[in-house]
């Protein structure tokens, strides 16, 4: 291929940000750095449960979801709960499974959860921590083992839990409004 005299225009222009009007109704990003960092403030992770906590990146309270990495430093049953809306998980440290399904989600593993799925989750003992950084849509139920609810939790839960813990903290209730969009 020739250098044309347009070859040059096209490379200069393509290192040209975008200088057009912003698309109306949009958002501001959210840049979470350090987000996997083993390392960070433990005023960040929110309690859950005993030896259970969560790390908010994303709560999007308008469209019904939360990304958030959940920690657990302890084996044994977590929750069983059923899925409102898809589930996206990746496994960053540890291993974990579902009492009903023959699959382990092992470091570096992603997994679908379905809506409807409904499942146990255990930590097998051995597991010094689990960090898995899930993605859910709408909300988790919490079943019986006969399916009879017995608790939701969804991205309201989480925003209400996350500004009560950061309050405690010292870092603010608010502190939690850079990770609701």
């Known amino acids: 291929m020739t250098d044309t005299p347009d070859a040059g225009r096209i490379r200069d222009e393509a290192a040209i940000p975008y200088r057009g009007p912003l698309l109306p109704n949009t958002v501001d ?3 979470e750095l350090g987000a996997l960092d083993v390392e960070c403030d433990e005023r960040l ?4 449960a005993p030896d259970v906590t969560f790390r908010p990146l994303l709560l999007s309270a308008t469209q019904g979801y ?4 959940l920690r657990v430093r302890r084996s044994g049953i977590l929750s069983r709960h059923r899925h ?3 589930v996206h998980a990746t496994t960053l440290r540890g291993r974990w499974h579902y009492l009903e399904h023959d699959w382990w989600a092992e470091e570096g593993s992603y997994a679908f959860e379905p809506p409807g799925d409904i499942h146990t989750l255990e930590v097998p003992e051995g597991v010094e921590e689990m960090r898995t950084l899930f993605h859910v849509t709408g909300a988790y139920i919490y079943v019986d083992p ?3 609810p017995t608790g939701v ?3 309201f839960s989480k925003i209400e839990n996350a500004r009560r813990h950061y309050a405690e903290v010292g870092l603010g209730a608010d502190y939690v409004d850079r990770f609701i969009r």
């Open 29 to 31: 990003d959210l840049v």
């Open 45 to 48: 992770w929110v309690p859950q």
């Open 66 to 69: 939360f990304v958030n990495i």
């Open 84 to 86: 409102a809306g898809p």
């Open 146 to 148: 006969d399916g009879n």
């Open 153 to 155: 939790e969804d991205v």
